[in-house]
């Protein structure tokens, strides 16, 4: 990943260091071409900061949004789904959710972030941790979890202030479609928020155009669409 910006016209990306959680963090930056905009949180699948993940903050940039993916492992990225099964479960909800509130921090202090409060987006674990952020952290206003998986029960979201929209396969074996409707209840009842979950027909991890095995082309295209509308709407 680079740490020069593109050039004229394009999002300028660069990595970045920052404090979070007691320690350094690390993470990718990716500016719009005009400089500025509302902030974004990208949040990693369990493989890690991968060019993935990267090119999704880039993709935000591009759409006119601040986005910083930060990286929750500290550097490392899983290279088969053993190792990234280990390192999610290596990495406590509790402390996921401290460095995300760090990272949230770093966002809205920069110059470049027109916004008061932030959007979230996040896939597999990071869809997990999109909505355990939201539920504790009321700078959070717009969360986005593309196949969000939770793990154990279902979290407090008493203090949730953030509208949701969830992208989830229906072939995902992973996230059964009921499970959902348990979530949605959970949510409306603690908050009246009702979240807008949609499903699309294709397998978990369908947005990940890097593992053509699940890429879902016009999934990921809707998806997409209806989620930078959604921030633009939620952050302005």
């Given at each position: 990943?680079?740490?020069?910006?593109?050039?004229?016209?394009?999002?300028?990306?660069?990595?970045?260091?920052?404090?979070?959680?007691?320690?350094?963090?690390?993470?990718?930056?990716?500016?719009?071409?005009?400089?500025?905009?509302?902030?974004?949180?990208?949040?990693?699948?369990?493989?890690?900061?991968?060019?993935?993940?990267?090119?999704?903050?880039?993709?935000?940039a591009a759409e006119g949004f601040v986005a910083l993916a930060?990286?929750?492992?500290?550097?490392?990225?899983?290279?088969?789904?053993?190792?990234?099964?280990?390192?999610?479960?290596?990495?406590?909800?509790?402390?996921?959710?401290?460095?995300?509130?760090?990272?949230?921090?770093?966002l809205l202090a920069l110059d470049e972030v027109t916004s008061?409060?932030?959007?979230?987006?996040?896939?597999?674990?990071g869809g997990g941790f999109v909505l355990y952020q939201a539920?504790?952290?009321?700078?959070?206003?717009?969360?986005?979890?593309?196949?969000?998986?939770?793990?154990?029960?279902?979290?407090?979201?008493?203090?949730?202030?953030?509208?949701?929209?969830?992208?989830?396969?229906?072939?995902?074996?992973?996230?059964?479609?009921?499970?959902?409707?348990?979530?949605?209840?959970?949510?409306?009842?603690?908050?009246?928020?009702?979240?807008?979950?949609?499903?699309?027909?294709?397998?978990?991890?369908?947005?990940?155009?890097?593992?053509?095995?699940?890429?879902?082309?016009?999934?990921?295209?809707?998806?997409?669409?209806?989620?930078?509308?959604?921030?633009?709407?939620?952050?302005?």
């Open positions: 990943m680079s740490e020069t910006p593109r050039s004229t016209g394009a999002p300028a990306h660069q990595n970045v260091t920052f404090p979070s959680g007691g320690t350094t963090a690390h993470g990718y930056l990716a500016l719009p071409p005009s400089g500025q905009g509302p902030g974004v949180i990208v949040i990693q699948e369990w493989w890690g900061l991968t060019d993935h993940i990267a090119d999704v903050a880039d993709r935000l930060p990286d929750l492992y500290g550097g490392n990225v899983a290279h088969d789904s053993t190792e990234a099964f280990r390192m999610m479960k290596d990495l406590p909800v509790s402390r996921g959710v401290e460095l995300l509130s760090g990272a949230v921090d770093h008061e409060s932030v959007g979230s987006v996040g896939f597999c674990m539920a504790v952290d009321p700078r959070v206003r717009a969360a986005v979890p593309f196949y969000g998986v939770i793990q154990g029960e279902i979290p407090d979201f008493s203090g949730l202030k953030a509208q949701i929209l969830g992208h989830y396969g229906e072939r995902d074996a992973a996230i059964p479609v009921d499970s959902l409707d348990t979530l949605s209840a959970a949510i409306q009842q603690q908050t009246g928020i009702t979240p807008d979950f949609r499903l699309y027909p294709a397998d978990h991890a369908f947005f990940n155009d890097g593992r053509p095995e699940v890429h879902d082309p016009e999934s990921s295209a809707l998806a997409w669409g209806s989620t930078v509308d959604f921030l633009r709407t939620q952050l302005g």
